[in-house]
């Protein structure tokens, strides 16, 4: 049977689903397909290939926010939406911040983000911190919120009562100030100067 490197991203899915990145492996792969496991490497040559890509394909339905938004608000709707897709799939945000630090990673979604700095008005460093500081909250807070779920599916540890689409909501809205905050310093030394 013949597959495709879709196919192959979607049993990876669905191993991360029933089971945990732990479990992902190529051997599991391959048997999920019906296939050998040198079927897989036709496609990935090697498993962090594959986690790279298994990464940008869980960011993918992370599209540009609408023109006609305000800078600040566009970034929001893209940090939004990655958490939201990264909520989907348990342990997804190990899985693209392992792709993003192996630099297999396309990265896309990032440049939804910087995009929207651009647009802000930031300069280039500002830019880049303020990149840096919303992927990192998102990819970070769902790391710790994915971790405790498997935990808690383990039976390793009973219900947590922490509420962490209050604490990324809340986390979020102060980098957003600090965005603002230094955009209107950016533009009051561009006036001075």
Same mark, same amino acid.
């Given at each position: *049977?013949a597959?495709? !490197?879709?196919?192959?991203l979607a049993a @990876? %899915?669905?191993? &991360? =689903? =029933?089971h945990? +990145? @732990? /479990? +992902?492996? *190529?051997?599991?792969?391959?048997?999920? &397909?019906g296939?050998?496991p040198?079927a897989?490497?036709?496609?990935y040559p /090697?498993k962090?290939t594959?986690?790279?890509?298994l990464g #940008?394909d869980?960011l993918?339905d992370v599209t540009?926010?609408? /023109?006609?938004l305000?800078? #600040?608000? !566009?970034?929001?709707?893209?940090?939004?939406a *990655?958490?939201a897709? +990264?909520?989907?799939?348990?342990?997804?945000a190990e899985v693209?911040?392992?792709?993003?630090?192996?630099?297999?990673?396309?990265?896309?979604?990032l440049?939804?983000?910087?995009d929207?700095a %651009?647009d802000?008005?930031l300069?280039a460093s500002? !830019?880049?911190g303020l990149?840096t500081?919303? @992927?990192? +909250?998102?990819i970070? &807070?769902?790391?710790?919120q994915?971790? %405790?779920?498997? *935990?808690e599916r383990?039976?390793v540890?009973?219900p947590?009562? =922490? /509420?962490?689409? @209050?604490?990324?909501?809340?986390a979020?809205?102060?980098?957003?100030a600090?965005a =603002?905050q230094? %955009?209107?310093?950016q533009?009051?030394?561009?006036?001075?100067?």
């Amino acid at each position: *049977m013949a597959i495709t !490197r879709t196919d192959v991203l979607a049993a @990876a %899915r669905e191993v &991360l =689903r =029933r089971h945990s +990145l @732990a /479990d +992902l492996s *190529m051997r599991r792969l391959a048997t999920e &397909l019906g296939v050998s496991p040198n079927a897989l490497y036709w496609h990935y040559p /090697d498993k962090q290939t594959l986690l790279a890509a298994l990464g #940008d394909d869980i960011l993918a339905d992370v599209t540009a926010p609408a /023109d006609d938004l305000e800078w #600040d608000e !566009r970034l929001e709707s893209v940090a939004r939406a *990655m958490r939201a897709s +990264l909520c989907a799939v348990p342990d997804s945000a190990e899985v693209v911040s392992s792709g993003w630090s192996s630099g297999l990673s396309t990265m896309a979604v990032l440049d939804h983000l910087t995009d929207a700095a %651009r647009d802000g008005g930031l300069s280039a460093s500002a !830019r880049r911190g303020l990149v840096t500081a919303i @992927a990192q +909250l998102v990819i970070g &807070l769902t790391i710790e919120q994915q971790t %405790r779920q498997q *935990m808690e599916r383990l039976g390793v540890t009973g219900p947590g009562d =922490r /509420d962490y689409d @209050a604490e990324f909501a809340d986390a979020l809205a102060i980098v957003l100030a600090g965005a =603002r905050q230094v %955009r209107a310093a950016q533009t009051v030394a561009t006036a001075a100067s």
